[in-house]
């Protein structure tokens, strides 16, 4: 059996998700990471994309908005401005983020930061638009 380590998935109004996982692949700002057991400990600031959670016996895939993540030895915290599984989204309400993504590009001219997080929304949003159910 491979090691596991808890996992917790955190918004501003509620634990989404918890338990114990044995992988969690991260978008995290500086590209995808994949967390397993005994990770050395950091903190990561996440960009907009998929969160790929293999819990014990099954496996989710949330997407997250924007966020940070905990990872030490036997534990991941994610902390996530807004996520949504993706096994109960459906194409009506990735097209509503979608939308809501893009007036947010076009109100970040000249924040680069905020361009850069809402043009990886837009660009992560555009890719699930095409596999919603």
Do not use: C, Y
Request: net charge negative; charged share 25%; glycine share 6%.
């Amino acid at each position: 059996m491979a090691s596991t380590f808890k996992f917790e998935l955190v918004s501003p109004e509620k634990v989404l998700m918890s338990g114990d996982a044995e992988q969690v692949m991260l978008p995290a700002l500086e590209g995808d990471m994949t967390v397993f057991a005994e990770h050395a400990p950091v903190v990561v600031t996440l960009r907009p994309g998929v969160l790929d959670i293999g819990l014990t016996g099954s496996k989710s895939r949330i997407f997250v908005r924007s966020g940070f993540a905990e990872i030490v030895a036997d534990r991941v915290t994610v902390l996530a401005e807004k996520a949504f599984d993706l096994a109960d989204a459906n194409a009506s309400q990735i097209a509503a983020e979608l939308k809501t993504a893009e007036d947010e590009l076009t109100a970040a001219a000249g924040d680069d930061d905020a361009q850069f997080m809402a043009a990886r929304a837009v660009e992560a949003l555009r890719l699930l638009g095409g596999k919603a159910a």
